[in-house]
């Protein structure tokens, strides 16, 4: 079975999640852009989320989470919670 660690953002909007992510292109680091801006419990990690199997997270997030190229930061992704960037920080 596919597994998988990554990490997030969670905001309420699409344009946060535009403005955060553009702040990670432009250099910022993910963990302290989560740690300050996410409100999910995660963010104290830095977003990290550890490890999971494919189908543990909502549809839309297992998606990308099992699409996207490792370390690559993806996003907005919108689920019932909010607006999320993600980065897959490994998979196998």
Request: hydrophobic letters at 35%; a negative charge; charged letters at 25%.
């Amino acid at each position: 079975m596919s597994r998988a660690c990554a990490r997030h953002i969670l905001v309420d909007s699409e344009e946060k999640c535009i403005e955060l992510k553009q702040q990670i292109a432009d250099g910022a680091d993910f963990a302290d852009v989560a740690k300050e801006h996410s409100s999910c419990p995660s963010s104290g990690r830095g977003g990290d989320l550890g490890e999971f199997g494919r189908g543990q997270m909502v549809p839309e997030f297992d998606e990308v989470v099992f699409s996207a190229e490792v370390g690559s930061v993806e996003g907005p992704v919108k689920t019932q919670f909010g607006y999320h960037l993600l980065e897959v920080t490994s998979r196998g």
